[in-house]
């Protein structure tokens, strides 16, 4: 084999065989993870903007979800390049075309509620999304729904928080051990290369 | 071969378009939304122009089929976007950079109805 000559990929050929439309499926992972890049940035201005007695309080849960989003980005991309698809070249790019709405820092942030609204929303967004790749491929590509199925357990935990904490609807599990322990997409979850 | 792009798809029988409503079909690898406003046929791409969002898990408002996603509205019948919602549910949001709530037109496919059978063709 010569370089750049691409042999038949048997993991790409049972994809086709099964109906995937892998192009589809390229299009809504990178979509998926430039809201898990963007998500990480304005989750630290969010961060940062916790601050107070209040915002002291819920400071520790907003980055257990800033640091989940970003390994979501982790566990997801090598799957991309698998796929044959890659990252955009150029970063802006990247983020224009993210399938969630950037979560700026709203004018009122004084007022922790409105900060944890958006957080809120963006979570929402996040299930939806991943929400979509796994309705694609459940059945059909079981090593891209299982990274999918994960991180959207990660979010629907992270949609339960902001709930809790705007609600006082239990969310139904404690706190995190540490920030970033990602239970379903890190190594405690069986994805051992984060 | 035959190009399956040129070809008339049969996908459901008439009876099972009942008006007002829409469903899901997929032709080779194409997923297409399907479905009867108003009495009228219609068929598109499933796949939001947006951010690539199922239309099918969506809902009518006249004639335009509204993304669950992002709430962005359609025309059904002539594709063009009608409604950019704003993701601002409070005055306080900023709104979104202009470059990320870009959004083409609904692809939209030729359907027919002909002998109880409701035909798609892609092209």
Redesign the interface.
């Known amino acids: 084999m010569t370089k750049g000559e691409v042999p038949n990929i048997v993991a790409l050929e049972v994809l086709k065989k099964n109906g995937v439309n892998v192009d589809k499926l390229k299009e809504l992972i990178t979509k998926g993870v430039g809201a898990e890049f963007t998500t990480y940035y304005y989750y630290t201005i969010l961060r940062m903007h916790c601050t107070g007695l209040e915002g002291e309080g819920i400071k520790e849960i907003v980055e257990d979800a800033r640091i989940e989003d970003r390994n979501h980005f982790e566990a997801m991309v090598p799957r991309l390049y698998e796929l044959g698809g890659s990252l955009p070249r150029d970063i802006r790019k990247f983020a224009d075309q993210a399938g969630c709405p950037d979560a700026y820092l709203p004018d009122n942030w004084e007022d922790i509620n409105s900060i944890l609204k958006v957080l809120l929303e963006a979570e929402q967004c996040a299930i939806r999304s991943w929400g979509e790749v796994c309705d694609m491929t459940t059945g059909k590509d079981p090593r891209t729904y299982d990274i999918a199925q994960r991180i959207m357990q990660e979010e629907v935990e992270h949609e339960a928080w902001f709930i809790e904490l705007l609600s006082k609807r239990p969310s139904g599990h404690f706190r995190r051990k540490f920030a970033g322990q990602s239970p379903h997409t890190g190594s405690q979850g069986g994805l051992i290369h984060l | 071969m035959k190009d399956s792009k040129m070809y008339r798809h049969p996908i459901c029988k008439s009876t099972e378009l009942v008006d007002d409503t829409m469903k899901k079909v997929?032709i080779d690898?194409?997923?297409v939304l399907v479905g009867r406003r108003n009495g009228k046929l219609f068929a598109c791409n499933n796949?939001c122009p947006h951010?690539?969002?199922?239309l099918s898990k969506g809902h009518f408002n006249g004639d335009n089929i509204v993304c669950?996603?992002?709430g962005y509205e359609y025309n059904i019948f002539t594709g063009k976007l009608e409604k950019m919602s704003s993701?601002k549910?409070?005055d306080?949001?900023?709104e979104?950079?202009p470059?990320?709530r870009?959004s083409g037109d609904l692809v939209l496919y030729s359907i027919s109805e002909e002998n109880g059978t409701v035909y798609v063709t892609l092209k």
């Open positions: 997929t690898t194409v997923d796949s951010k690539a969002a199922s669950y996603m992002h993701w549910k409070e306080t949001w900023v979104q950079d470059e990320w870009k």
